[in-house]
Each structure stands twice: as C-alpha cells, then as structure tokens.
C-alpha cells in the first residue's frame, strides 16, 4: 500500500503547489514561499548539506525520505531529489503524516 503522504505529495503536484529541483526549491527557499522541503534519502553529500544549510538559515522545515525514484514517481515526473511544498495546508498534512 502507498503512505498517505505519497498520495498526499501527488495530489500537491496536481494542484501546482510543488518546486523540483534544487536550484528552484533554493531559490524559493530565499524568497521564503516554500512551507516545507522534502529531500531524498539518496541525494548527494553536497545537495544535502547546501539545502539543510539553506533552509536551516530560513528557518524552513527539512524532512529526509524515501529515495528519489519513490519522490519521482510520486509526483509522476522522472527522478527528483529536492520538492518544495509551497502550500501551508498541504506542508502541515505532509509534516504531520512523516512525522509519525
């Protein structure tokens, strides 16, 4: 069965209020629009470190998951490393169903 905020993460890709990628989502993240970033498990050393950094001066919630394949397929777009949810309602559901 696929987790909640696998679905979850679909429907936001839908209703257009996700960034990919890691200039994108770093560039939002300066802007402060994004409500929360989800990053891969498998994402390089150095993306890892530039986005915990960069979002940790924003004060912008990080949540390491899945790999990138899963995000990918997630949002039916090939592999993505970086997703920024730019939704507060859809951050907050997204926050509390990985938090679990």
């Known amino acids: 069965m696929m987790a909640k905020w696998i679905s979850l993460l679909g429907l936001a890709a839908r209703a257009r209020k996700l960034v990919t990628g890691e200039e994108l989502v770093l560039k939002e993240v300066r802007r402060k629009s ?59 559901k997204m926050t509390a169903l990985l938090d679990q």
């Open 34 to 92: 994004v409500k929360l970033v989800i990053l891969s498990s498998d994402a390089a050393e150095q993306t890892k470190k530039k986005v915990l950094d960069k979002c940790g001066h924003y004060n912008i919630p990080v949540r390491i998951t899945s790999d990138r394949a899963t995000l990918g397929q997630a949002i039916g777009k090939a592999e993505r490393v970086v997703i920024g949810v730019m939704d507060d309602g859809f951050a907050k």
